[in-house]
């Protein structure tokens, strides 16, 4: 409701210098009643008119009454009390706001600001219906953009009081009008307030910044909004943060971080300008640059909070500007300076370990902290805030100051001791068992991460011996803090963010149990339940990977592992890691990736530390390299598990002669290749690596397995090494997209082409030769080099059901080092031209003949891929021809038995056709003893001759007969039925007996 009341309007006054003609004109408008009392009289169609109220303050004569303005403002607000405005007044509306804004800031009368705020308050009665159109969307902008402008250029707390409650109308009204204020300046004009509000705090107090704030942390609850304050030119976050140097009233802190916290909840651009703006330049009041910077005055701030947050409230604005700096640390620059130009660091640390560790430091005196909610948040802050400053050297000085590391010892040091032990007595705090398990977790993790960039400290409060008296514990079934029934009094299911969820499960089974079956077990089935120490056992192991992969210092590393070692490492991993994986859930699944990753590091850092691995290692390592890639589908973490085990095979197993035996014997290479005939593509380039390592360390025992080996897939005979290692050379090629790949179209699977570079994808040039696609950068990238390598050592030849396109590939393979020497000198080449570097004559005919050779050996290789694939051809030609031969031959009886029994079939049951037959066989015999006779006259009168004797027979047929024989009158005895050739004299003489009258004597 507008504050005027409806009075009659004056009359105008007659200035001195009126004329006749302006007296009628003012007479005129009076008797027209320009703002009749009765709102149904103000137009023919019962809207308001606001073109007089235009006329009125734009009127030549009536431009400067305000008094008739302000009456005529006020009555067009009740107008409009209980009512929007329509779509097509919103044009002029805005322009009356815009006069109203222009004449205030003239230093006129105030009221006209009032009025301002009154024509603005309609706007959050605006219906969701009627906000369809996009020109509608259009026009309540420009009246959004009006109202930002009124807020920016006012420097009245009542104004601002009043435009911020329309504005927090707005956006609780109506989720368009949220989008529209988004997309306006409001945002920005509310920031300027603030900064304008920041100079007068003296006279005008911390009431009006606040409402500032308030109104500006519903506004940046929109990303659009949030994202107009973080790209502006104006470093307006910057100024944002400075509001809370200017009192400590925890109206203004709390409203001030629920901005902050918006903008960085949007994550992206808005986040990084937080980051970002921490660090800028502040200004003065009178627009001077400080020497200040937004960080120095949220240390101020946490410092205030740090050391006199006693109330609920006040400790959760401790911990949101906590969590604040927190998400500062993600910024390396920010990180560098929170280290370097604050004690923000130190702050946290010292307020982390003053409750529980001795210090004459005076703010330890207030930050008494206890075991309350809010108090256990911040501790959780403070533990991740010290973990990731760790990380910047800036920073590590300071962390070293506040005994972060003896402090988070101490944490794990009660871990053993049930609730109200003495460890936990002696601390100042007694913390519950959800807390305490919580802060054992975060505090193993963050021992993983502090250790390795303070290693002095971390060895000096005998670091490695008490994680691995952690790993013990973890690993240990009895402890004071069971139950009747072997469990953990507190299991910690999902209390904490790094729990695993469900601990009543047994340590190498995936699956629970009641507590009723629980009960009814017996004592050694209950021993093997697990006791709520798997998320301490994965965070252990993880701490021990990352001490042990310390990247930034290897020599630092090295010094960890060492200790590691000599306190017995090795074994206590190979000991966790002796578990069946059968029945493992992802859980269990992820502390053997860890500790398998673990014992790689730890093994690659010296020989003897293989060595230590020995026998039992590998034993344990082949269980996990048997591992069936089919289940890789369940997608529980079984595929990271045997990556793991092959970097351990990788850093254990090659290296150490002894291990790689043990290895060869445990059929550790069959286990490689069938994993590489069975694993998805993306592991190939793993199991390669290992398998070339391991053949080339022992390559007389390892060639020997490699031939022997044959794939174990179901319904595959006689796949062997080569055919695996040339399919995979295939694949590779059609990955890569090579130009031998590119004739695969053409039936010339794997033959090089027509190319100096066959090698090279075809989006390859030859000016690439520093990219990621170049000569040699292609050697450790792609798989193709190691199967060269393998090949060479186990040998080309010797390899079983070989095909013809199989032997191509291999040509391919066995020239790969000639072929990759030639693209090398071709780039050289190239690059010397690149550089307009002129090769003298010598090394330039060097280069034209290496060029020369390269393209010799490309043509030599096609031509013998060519010939092998026509001589495999031909070869399966005739291989196929006498395939029907013999298919033929086998059909051939059956179709003469069938053709005969036809033909009789017709002769018996066709008279015709048994004549027809009856006379060829006349006419044979006729021929035939022809025939006969030609053949006898030709050899002359019968003789008697070492070879033989003439026969003389009388013609012998049967005409009448059906059939017949036909037999010569002359046939040719050879030697073995001469008398006296084949017997005695005495069976010559029966022969010639039995024989008489059917031989003859030719003389």
């Not at 948040?377 to 403070?382: G, M, R, S, T, W």
């Not at 390269?854 to 092998?868: K, P, T």
């Not at 003489?989 to 009258?997: A, H, I, K, N, V």
């Amino acid at each position: 409701m507008s504050k005027y009341t409806h009075v009659a309007p004056p009359l105008p006054a007659i200035t001195r210098g009126s004329t006749v003609r302006d007296e009628g004109a003012t007479a005129s408008a009076a008797s027209k009643n320009l703002f009749p009392s009765n709102p149904a009289e103000s137009s023919d169609d019962g809207t308001f008119n606001f073109d007089r109220i235009v006329k009125l303050l734009t009127g030549k004569h009536s431009c400067d009454d305000r008094e008739r303005h302000i009456h005529a403002l006020s009555r067009m607000s009740v107008w409009h009390v209980k009512s929007c405005y329509r779509m097509d007044e919103y044009e002029v509306v805005g322009r009356i706001a815009t006069i109203c804004l222009e004449k205030s800031c003239k230093g006129l009368n105030p009221s006209y600001m009032d009025a301002f705020c009154d024509i603005m308050a309609p706007l959050t009665r605006l219906k969701q219906g009627e906000s369809s159109s996009g020109e509608m969307s259009k026009r309540v902008l420009s009246l959004f953009n009006v109202l930002a402008r009124g807020i920016s250029e006012s420097k009245s707390p009542k104004v601002w009081r009043n435009l911020s409650k329309n504005v927090i109308n707005c956006c609780r009204a109506d989720d368009f009008l949220v989008s529209q204020i988004g997309a306006s300046h409001i945002a920005v004009a509310l920031v300027r307030a603030i900064r304008q509000a920041c100079t007068n705090i003296r006279q005008s107090g911390s009431v009006p910044l606040v409402n500032l704030l308030f109104t500006l942390a519903e506004v940046t609850r929109n990303v659009v909004a949030a994202e107009k304050i973080c790209t502006s030119e104006e470093s307006l976050v910057s100024d944002i943060i400075c509001v809370l140097s200017k009192s400590n009233d925890d109206d203004l802190t709390a409203t001030t971080m629920e901005v902050l916290w918006n903008l960085v909840e949007h994550g992206g651009s808005c986040a990084q300008a937080v980051r970002e703006q921490t660090l800028a330049q502040r200004d003065s009041g009178d627009g001077a640059r400080t020497t200040g910077t937004p960080l120095n005055v949220l240390e101020k701030c946490l410092h205030r909070l740090l050391t006199a947050a006693r109330s609920v409230a006040t400790k959760e604005l401790r911990n949101d500007l906590a969590m604040l700096l927190l998400n500062c640390l993600q910024s390396s620059d920010t990180a560098n300076a929170i280290g370097t130009s604050s004690a923000i660091v130190e702050h946290m640390a010292r307020a982390l370990s003053a409750t529980d560790l001795p210090s004459k430091h005076p703010d330890c005196r207030t930050m008494k902290y206890g075991t309350e909610a809010e108090d256990f948040e911040f501790h959780k802050i403070a533990i991740e805030f010290v973990e990731r400053a760790a990380e910047f050297p800036s920073c590590r000085n300071a962390v070293t100051k506040g005994k972060v590391l003896l402090l988070l010892f101490h944490y794990l040091n009660c871990k053993s001791s049930a609730c109200g032990s003495e460890t936990e007595a002696s601390s100042s705090r007694v913390w519950t068992a959800p807390q305490r398990e919580e802060l054992e977790l975060l505090s193993v993790r963050a021992i993983g991460c502090i250790g390795g960039y303070m290693a002095d400290g971390f060895l000096q409060l005998r670091g490695p011996t008490q994680m691995l008296r952690y790993l013990e514990w973890c690993t240990d079934e009895t402890s004071p803090s069971h139950d009747v029934r072997g469990l953990r009094l507190f299991r910690g299911a999902g209390n904490s963010a790094l729990s695993a969820g469900d601990f009543n499960v047994p340590v190498g089974n995936g699956h629970g149990n009641s507590d009723d079956a629980l009960l009814r077990q017996p004592s050694p089935t209950r021993q093997l339940m697990n006791n709520g120490r798997r998320a301490h056992l994965l965070q252990g192991v993880r701490a021990l990977r990352r001490l042990t992969h310390h990247d930034t210092d290897a020599a630092t590393a090295d010094r960890i592992v060492r200790d590691f070692v000599d306190q017995g490492v090795i074994d206590q991993l190979v000991l966790v890691l002796h578990q069946e994986v059968d029945g493992a859930d992802s859980f269990d699944l992820s502390i053997r990736e860890e500790a398998l990753h673990s014992l790689a590091r730890i093994c690659a850092s010296d020989v003897h530390n293989k060595e230590l691995f020995g026998e039992a290692g590998v034993s344990m390592l082949m269980r996990y390299l048997n591992i069936n890639p089919e289940i890789f589908a369940r997608g529980i973490g079984h595929k990271g598990v045997v990556l793991a085990a092959i970097d351990l095979a990788w850093h254990g197993v090659v290296g150490s002669n002894t291990n790689t035996i043990a290895f060869l014997q445990q059929s550790g290479l069959f286990a490689l290749l069938d994993l590489l005939d069975t694993c998805p593509p993306d592991m190939w380039n793993l199991v390669l690596g290992c398998t070339v390592d391991l053949c080339d360390a022992a390559p007389t025992h390892a060639t020997a397995h490699v031939r022997q080996w044959r794939s174990a897939r179901a319904g595959v005979e006689g796949y062997t090494a080569a055919h695996l290692l040339i399919d995979v050379f295939v694949h590779e090629e059609q990955r890569l997209g090579t130009l031998s790949a590119a004739n695969d179209h053409a039936g010339v699977v794997g033959c090089a082409a027509h190319d100096p570079h066959p090698l090279m994808p075809v989006t390859w040039t030859v000016g690439d030769i520093d990219g990621a696609q170049g000569s040699i950068a292609e050697v450790t990238s792609s798989l193709r080099s190691k199967i060269f390598s393998l090949f060479t050592i186990t040998g080309f030849d010797g390899y079983d059901s070989v095909t013809g396109q199989d032997q191509a590939v291999l040509e391919k393979i066995k020239a790969y080092l000639t072929l990759k020497v030639g693209e090398i000198w071709s780039e050289i080449e190239h690059s010397l031209g690149k550089d307009g570097i002129e090769p003298i004559e010598t090394d330039a005919e060097l280069l034209r003949a290496m060029r020369a050779g390269g393209a010799h050996h490309v043509e030599a290789l096609r031509d013998r891929q060519l010939n092998i694939l026509a001589d495999t051809k031909q070869a399966d030609m005739d291989h196929l021809d006498k395939h029907f031969e013999d298919v033929r031959d086998r059909h051939l009886g059956a179709q003469e038995v069938s053709r005969k029994h036809t033909e009789f079939l017709r002769r018996t049951a066709d008279y015709t056709t048994l004549q027809r037959v009856r006379h060829e066989q006349r006419t044979s015999r006729t021929a035939s003893r022809q025939r006969n006779r030609a053949e006898s006259d030709a050899m002359g009168a019968a003789r008697s001759t070492d070879e033989g004797v003439v026969v003389q027979h009388g013609e012998d047929s049967h005409p009448d007969a059906f059939t017949s024989t036909v037999v010569p009158p002359q046939v040719l005895l050879t030697g073995l039925l001469l008398p006296g050739t084949d017997g005695t004299a005495e069976d010559d003489r029966q022969l010639e007996l039995d024989t008489s009258g059917v031989f003859v004597d030719p003389v």
